[in-house]
C-alpha cells in the first residue's frame, strides 16, 4: 500500500478514530468523584512528593527555577508520555474483540489513545499557568515553544507506542516490561534533575533521549534559562520524527498478522 492509499484509508476511518478516542477519554473519568480533576491532582502530588524528597531533603539543583515550578513543567510531558505508552503498548490485546471481528486500521487504536491523552496534558496546564502567576515569573517569547513541542512529543510518544504494541501481540512479557521500561527511562531524563547536573562531556549521551529535549524545552518556555541548548529540542525532534516513522512502518508490515495471533 502506498504512503497515499494508507492516509486516504486512515481519513475514511476518521469518525471511528473519533470513537475511539472519545471512548477512551470517558472510560477513563467514568465513575470516578473528582473526573477531570485527576489531571490535576496526579502531576501535583507527584510534584509535591518530588519538590520534598529531592528538593529539599536530597537538595539536587533545579537551575534557578522554583522547584515546585521545576518538577511540575517536567511532570506533565513525562506523565503523558509514560501513561500513554503504557495504554497505548496494550491497546491491541485490550481490544481483541475488535481487532478479530472488523476490519479497520490497526494503527487508529493506539493513536487514539496518543490524542486523548492530549486532554490529561491540557487540563493539567492550567495549573501551570497558576504556579507562574502565583511565583510572580515574568512569561516572554520562550512561551511559544509550549505548543510547538507538543508535536514532537506525540510522534516520539506514539513511535514507541506502536513499536510496544506490535511485539506485544506476538510476546506477552512486553505488557509486563512496559512499566519497568517507563520507571528506568524516567531515571535517565532529566524530570527530578536538571542536564546541568551531568559532566558536560557525558551530555551528549543524555540528548539522545528525545525525551530530554522535550522536557527542558517545556521548562525553558515557561522560565528561560543561559543553560538552555536549542540544538538538544532539534535532537530530539530529529530522532521524535525517525522514531515514529520506524513505529509507523515497522507497525503497518505486522499488523496483517494481528488477527491470527491476539
Not at 481519513?11 to 472519545?22: G, K
Not at 529535549?213 to 521548562?219: A, N, S, V
Request: proline letters at 6%; a positive charge; charged letters at 10%.
Amino acid at each position: 500500500m502506498t504512503t497515499t492509499g494508507t492516509f486516504e484509508e486512515l481519513w475514511r476511518f476518521r469518525e471511528l478514530f473519533y470513537f475511539l478516542a472519545w471512548r477512551d477519554i470517558k472510560v477513563r473519568y467514568k465513575q470516578t468523584m473528582l473526573g477531570v480533576l485527576w489531571a490535576i491532582l496526579q502531576p501535583l502530588l507527584t510534584m509535591i512528593i518530588f519538590t520534598l524528597l529531592f528538593g529539599r531533603i536530597a537538595g539536587l539543583p533545579t537551575d534557578g527555577i522554583p522547584r515546585p515550578v521545576f518538577y511540575y513543567s517536567g511532570l506533565l510531558p513525562w506523565l503523558y508520555f509514560a501513561t500513554t505508552l503504557t495504554t497505548a503498548g496494550n491497546s491491541m490485546v485490550q481490544n481483541t474483540n475488535l481487532v478479530t471481528k472488523v476490519y479497520f486500521p490497526r494503527v487508529i487504536l493506539p493513536a487514539s489513545v496518543s490524542i486523548s491523552g492530549l486532554l490529561d496534558f491540557l487540563v493539567g496546564s492550567t495549573l501551570l499557568v497558576g504556579m507562574i502567576v502565583w511565583y510572580g515569573l515574568s512569561v516572554g517569547p520562550s512561551v511559544l515553544l509550549w505548543p510547538v513541542l507538543i508535536l514532537p512529543l506525540v510522534l516520539f510518544t506514539l513511535g514507541v507506542a506502536l513499536i510496544l504494541a506490535a511485539l506485544n501481540v506476538q510476546y506477552r512479557d512486553v505488557k509486563y516490561a512496559i512499566p519497568f521500561f517507563i520507571q528506568m527511562w524516567m531515571f535517565l531524563t532529566p524530570v527530578i534533575y536538571p542536564s546541568s547536573l551531568i559532566p558536560e562531556k557525558w551530555r551528549w549521551l543524555l540528548a539522545l533521549n528525545p525525551m530530554t529535549g522535550i522536557i527542558e524545552g517545556f521548562r525553558y518556555a515557561i522560565v528561560p534559562s543561559d543553560g538552555f541548548a536549542l540544538s538538544t529540542v532539534l535532537v530530539s525532534l530529529g530522532i521524535s520524527i525517525l522514531v515514529f516513522g520506524v513505529g509507523y512502518v515497522w507497525f503497518r508490515r505486522t499488523e496483517r498478522a494481528f488477527a491470527d495471533i491476539v
